[in-house]
Nanobody, 124 residues
Framework: QVQLVESGGGLVQPGGSLRLSCAASGRTFSSYAMGWFRQAPGKEREFVAG???????YYADSMKGRFTISRDNAKNTVYLQLISLKPEDTVVYYC??????????????????WGQGTQVTVSS
C-alpha cells in the first residue's frame, strides 16, 4: 500500500509559478512510476506528466514547456513545477503511483494509488 499526499496548491496570479509536491508513504517509493493528473469540474481526469523509476519523464503535449516533473527518492516525494500559469490551469491536481518497471503510464486506469488532490487557482 502507498499513501499519497499532495501539497503546494493555492492561489497564484497569471504568469506565476507553483511547485506541487506529492509525499508518499512506505519504503518502496523508488519502485513506483509516478504521475500527475488534473481534473476540472465535470471533465475527465487529464494526464499532465509522468516519471518512471529511473526518472525518465513524459509529458502531455499540451503541458510541455510549462510543467516539469521530478522525483526525490530519498524524500519519497515527486514534484510538479508549474510556470507561466494561465487561468485555464485552474483545476485540481492529483498525483498517482503504480509499481511498474519501465513504462510511464499515461491514463488514470493504469495507476493503482491516488492522492486527495490539491487545488490550483490562477486568478488576478
Amino acid at each position: 500500500q502507498v499513501q499519497l499526499v499532495e501539497s503546494g496548491g493555492g492561489l497564484v496570479q497569471p504568469g506565476g509559478s507553483l511547485r506541487l509536491s506529492c509525499a508518499a508513504s512506505g519504503r518502496t517509493f523508488s519502485s513506483y512510476a509516478m504521475g500527475w493528473f488534473r481534473q476540472a469540474p465535470g471533465k475527465e481526469r487529464e494526464f499532465v506528466a509522468g516519471i518512471s523509476r529511473s526518472s525518465s519523464t513524459y509529458y502531455a503535449d499540451s503541458m510541455k514547456g510549462r510543467f516539469t516533473i521530478s522525483r526525490d527518492n530519498a524524500k519519497n516525494t515527486v514534484y510538479l513545477q508549474l510556470i507561466s500559469l494561465k487561468p485555464e490551469d485552474t483545476v485540481v491536481y492529483y498525483c498517482a503511483a503504480r509499481n511498474i518497471m519501465l513504462l510511464v503510464p499515461t491514463t488514470p486506469e493504469q495507476y493503482d494509488y491516488w492522492g486527495q488532490g490539491t487545488q490550483v487557482t490562477v486568478s488576478s
